[in-house]
């Protein structure tokens, strides 16, 4: 006899196609499957169509909540006899009131210092973006006893725990006519550098620098986490380099060169070696003298330049270059509502350009403006707010010679208050925009008292109120009609969830329709809804009683707002415009308590108030059946019903494929069983055929 493989035998034998009859018969068995995943998917819509309507509750109690508050209905229009001279717009706490100012003597101006000449020297151009250095002999005030040797750096550090002392800075700090060439800031705050103080006599605005070491120590605790910056200037800087191979060029990190060549080309005031042997530095390669040990610096640049033909600059060699760079301090200061004045010290490198150096102005925490017009040559630098705030003083003040020789800003002009006469006081303010009882002014002219003055008067922007409440009852209608859809919606139970296998013979047209009529009326007169419903009815339809509202407006109906008559709309409401305009004209105060009067009892509750708890409630009740897309199913009853539905999928899955196991098993006994017998048979037949 020939061996067969034994675990499954498709009608080899029989003939018979028991593949076929296998499906068919499981077909039958998964039945009771198919209903499990129909159930299944019902509660994942009931779900999802839970959560929708929970979004739109969630959108109407936002709305709700804004009808709590009293600046929904306090919104004032403010009116001028003059917009030419004063406007104003009033806030929700203005009250009903009228200014009359009478005169506006002057408006408040920006402190400004102009240059008194053109800056530029006669015969040349100022060139805004290329670097100053370049330019020193563009500008007439410029002399060399502006610029300085040094090298501008920055630092700053996060505070690992609180603390005065500090040290992250590089030593040897450049100190000019006893004052350390630095600024601190703290978290913003800026910080008096001082270098011959005790640390216990240091205020609170002060920071005490050690220009040998570069540590810092604060009159005052900085806190951990604290964002600690500093600029400053140290008397030389070091880079240095490792050589690769075939490399004879260099970048150092600063460029503007300090220091003059000699008669010989050598620039001394650099200073550079290669594993220790110093060498010659010339600015220019034609004076080179090919003696060895020479190197070329381009002093704009900072580009460092050897021979190719120096064996000493061989892969891995340490080279080391000290040096100082060109740069000038530009100082200015501001004064704060308290009369205190904010200074600000920039270090200007000599390749930063003019436009870099206005940059730097205008990003400066003390808000000046820096402008330049290249018509006329002249530099402005101005405040960006207006107003007096040094009453024994220039608004801005000047440090340093920069501004004033180079720049040539000249005497100050502006930085005065407006004064005005409002209800018969006189009085100023630093700015011709500020706040009043609620209202917000705009001087925009002068004006005397023989000229007529100007009256504002603070009404009731009941237009404003009213497309407020128009747009909220549209809102409140949108969730009614929601509501009603999903309790009145058909249910057609003969169109339950498609499986995969139904889908394949349909098109996706016919897909859509057909899920259109599943998920209809799964909500169908659902208990949270139709409670949900009845009780924002009760919340609307009740009086409110407070002694705030006049009896004549405590309740919707009597400020125009009315249930519609067609009983199919399910309770929606109906605004008479007329009625709520003259309601908000007649008494606006009892028609904002109508909406937000707060008691202990529910009919001496404002309406929104009601409302919103209602909303609140039912929500959380919608929430506690389909929960929010965040949390697991365990965490509210659809989920655990889907959970459950789940399990039972899984093990009905594995009952169907033991059945389906045992079919096969069953059609295989047969199969061999008529292969035996039609072996036999065969060999029966062969016996007989010998005979």
Do not use: C
Not at 90 to 103: D, E, Q, R, V
Not at 366 to 380: I, K, L, W
Not at 441 to 454: I, R, S
Not at 591 to 620: C, H, N, P, W
Request: cysteine-free; glycine content about 6%.
């Amino acid at each position: 006899m020939t061996s067969m493989n034994t675990s499954r035998i498709s009608g080899l034998a029989s003939g018979i196609d028991t593949e076929q009859i296998i499906r068919d018969l499981m077909k039958a068995e998964r039945i009771p499957m198919d209903k499990l995943f129909q159930k299944k998917t019902v509660l994942e819509w009931q779900r999802d169509q839970y959560r929708e309507m929970n979004t739109k509750l969630l959108a109407l109690r936002d709305a709700t909540f804004d009808m709590k508050l009293s600046s929904t209905f306090s919104s004032r229009n403010v009116s001028s006899s003059n917009s030419e001279f004063v406007s104003a717009t009033a806030n929700s706490t203005a009250s009903l009131s009228s200014f009359t100012i009478s005169s506006i003597e002057q408006l408040a101006t920006a402190a400004q210092r102009l240059s008194t000449t053109s800056i530029e020297k006669d015969g040349t151009t100022l060139e805004l973006d290329q670097s100053l250095w370049s330019q020193r002999n563009s500008l007439d005030g410029m002399t060399s006893g502006h610029w300085k040797a040094g090298s501008v750096e920055f630092a700053s550090q996060v505070t690992d725990e609180a603390g005065k002392t500090f040290s992250f800075l590089k030593g040897d700090i450049k100190v000019v006519d006893g004052v350390a060439e630095a600024t601190v800031e703290a978290n913003g705050k800026s910080y008096t550098v001082v270098t011959d103080k005790a640390a216990e006599d240091l205020t609170t605005n002060e920071v005490l620098l050690d220009a040998e070491t570069g540590e810092l120590t604060f009159g005052e605790t900085i806190e951990a986490s604290s964002q600690i910056s500093v600029n400053y200037v140290v008397n030389e800087r070091t880079d240095s380099f490792t050589a690769a191979e075939g490399s004879y060029e260099f970048q150092l990190t600063k460029k503007s060169i300090a220091g003059e060549a000699d008669a010989n080309g050598v620039l001394s005031s650099v200073t550079v070696t290669v594993d220790g042997q110093e060498y010659t530095v010339y600015t220019d390669p034609a004076d080179l003298t090919n003696s060895g040990n020479e190197v070329v610096l381009n002093q704009a640049t900072g580009e460092l330049t050897f021979l190719d033909s120096d064996e000493n600059v061989k892969k891995d060699a340490k080279i080391e270059v000290t040096y100082q760079q060109n740069y000038t301090s530009v100082g200015f200061g501001v004064h704060d509502e308290k009369g205190n004045e904010q200074k600000t010290t920039l270090f200007i490198q000599g390749s930063d350009s003019f436009t870099t150096m206005m940059n730097q102005m205008n990003r400066s925490d003390t808000g000046v403006q820096a402008f330049y017009d290249e018509f006329t040559g002249r530099f402005s630098l101005s405040r960006s707010v207006a107003g007096d705030y040094n009453k024994t003083g220039d608004e801005l003040s000047l440090y340093g010679g920069f501004l004033t020789d180079v720049l040539k800003l000249g005497v100050e002009t502006g930085g005065v208050n407006a004064k005005f006469t409002i209800n018969g006081i006189e009085t100023e303010r630093t700015s011709n925009q500020f706040l009043m009882n609620g209202v917000e002014f705009q001087l925009k002219g002068t004006f005397t008292e023989t000229d007529p003055a100007v009256r504002l008067t603070v009404s009731n922007n009941t237009e404003d109120v009213f497309t407020r409440i128009k747009e909220y009852v549209e809102k409140y209608n949108e969730v009614v009609d929601a509501l009603n859809g999903k309790l009145t919606e058909k249910r057609h139970r003969d169109f339950q969830p498609l499986t995969d296998e139904q889908k394949e013979g349909m098109s996706e047209r016919q897909i859509e329709l057909w899920e259109e009529k599943s998920q209809s009326g799964l909500l169908r007169s659902d208990p949270i809804f139709s409670g949900a419903l009845s009780a924002m009815r009760m919340d609307l339809y009740g009086k409110v009683s407070s002694m705030n509202i006049d009896s004549a407006y405590d309740h919707l109906s009597e400020i125009g707002i009315t249930t519609s008559a067609d009983y199919l709309s399910g309770g929606k409401l109906i605004i008479n415009e007329a009625e709520l305009k003259e309601a908000l004209q007649t008494d606006p105060e009892s028609v904002k308590e109508l909406f937000l009067a707060d008691g202990e009892t529910d009919s001496q509750r404002g309406i929104a108030q009601r409302l919103y708890d209602t909303l609140d409630g039912y929500m959380s009740r919608i929430t506690e059946k389909a929960g929010k897309s965040t949390q697991t199913n365990d965490q509210f009853s659809l989920g655990k019903q889907l959970d459950d539905m789940e399990d039972r999928m899984i093990r009905f899955e594995d009952r169907l494929q033991m059945v389906e196991n045992r079919y096969y098993r069953q059609f295989t006994a047969m199969e061999m069983a008529i292969q035996r017998a039609n072996q036999q048979s065969a060999y029966l037949m062969s016996q007989f055929s010998g005979a």
